[in-house]
């Protein structure tokens, strides 16, 4: 009879034996010419980076060759440009120019035949004020006078008359008898905004040379001159600088926005032979004194 130890009381699960790992199949040796091209291979794909870094290295050379950086400009090259940009740019209208072109259908040439009609004639310039064909002009142009003749901007002529006239101011108001229609007056300006510094412009006849332009400023208000053969002096004229002569008495004074703020009555006596000739000095009368005496409102 078998020991207890020979009759297992049950059957029992036993681990199984550990597993074993599939060897990998051993790589067969490369041979030397495999070993070879391999390292040709790297060989080459460093040769070709670096063929690529040195072509791209050229490149960026050729670049900059072809484009280099910009240098700093001299002084002459500056001043260069800055003359060529004045060059070119378009100048600013001389407001002269329309000033002109505004009064010139305004303002008439004056020649008065003084004495007999044989007598001698005198020069002037005179404004007109009034669609009917009022002018303003220097009394001194037309005292006396037997004929009075007014030219006006397209070569009209018409024969003209005195209508009103103030001695003290040097005023004379005269109309054309048969002026050419339609008249374009002028107009008339405020003298009381005027400030000395301001540009103005006289427009005459001086040396009888008609419709004269001359520019310049206003040099100082409220003079008062004497004026030989007179007993009472001029008052409260504008001085300006704008070149006048004997033939631009009468003729306008005009502001920049071309506004009349004074008639020219004359410059002063600085010549030895007694001939007035312009020194830099002239004067006007104030446009709402003179146009009172037409009895137009001051401006």
Known sequence: ??????????????????????????????????????????????????????VGFALWLLASAANPAPRPLSQRQVQGLVQLALASATPRPNPAVAIYETLRPAVVSIRA????IDGPEAGGAGVVIDESG??????????GAVRIRVIFDGGQ??????VAQVPENDIAVIRAATPPLPLAPAVLGDPGALRVGEDVYAIGDP?????????????????????????????????FDAAVNPGSSGGPLVN???DVIGVVTGIPNTSLSGKDTFAGVGFAVRIDTAASAAGSPPY
Not at 26 to 35: C, D, V, Y
Not at 113 to 116: I, K, P, Q, S, V
Not at 134 to 143: E, N, P, Q, R
Not at 219 to 227: E, K
């Open 1 to 54: 009879m078998g020991s207890k130890a020979d009759r297992p009381y049950g059957t029992f699960r036993t681990a199984p034996p550990p597993a074993v790992a599939a060897a990998s199949p051993a790589r067969p040796p490369r041979s030397r010419l495999a070993r070879v091209r391999a390292g040709l291979r790297g060989a080459d794909r460093r040769r070709v980076g670096a063929t690529v870094l040195l």
């Open 113 to 116: 035949r003084l004495g007999t």
């Open 134 to 143: 009022t002018i303003l002009t220097s009394l001194h142009v037309v005292a």
């Open 157 to 162: 002529e018409s024969f003209a008359g005195i």
């Open 207 to 239: 040396f009888g040379l008609a419709r004269s332009l001359s520019a310049g400023v206003v040099s100082q208000l409220g003079r008062t001159i004497t004026v030989p053969g007179r007993q009472q002096p001029l008052v409260n004229l504008i001085q």
């Open 256 to 258: 920049r926005d071309g």
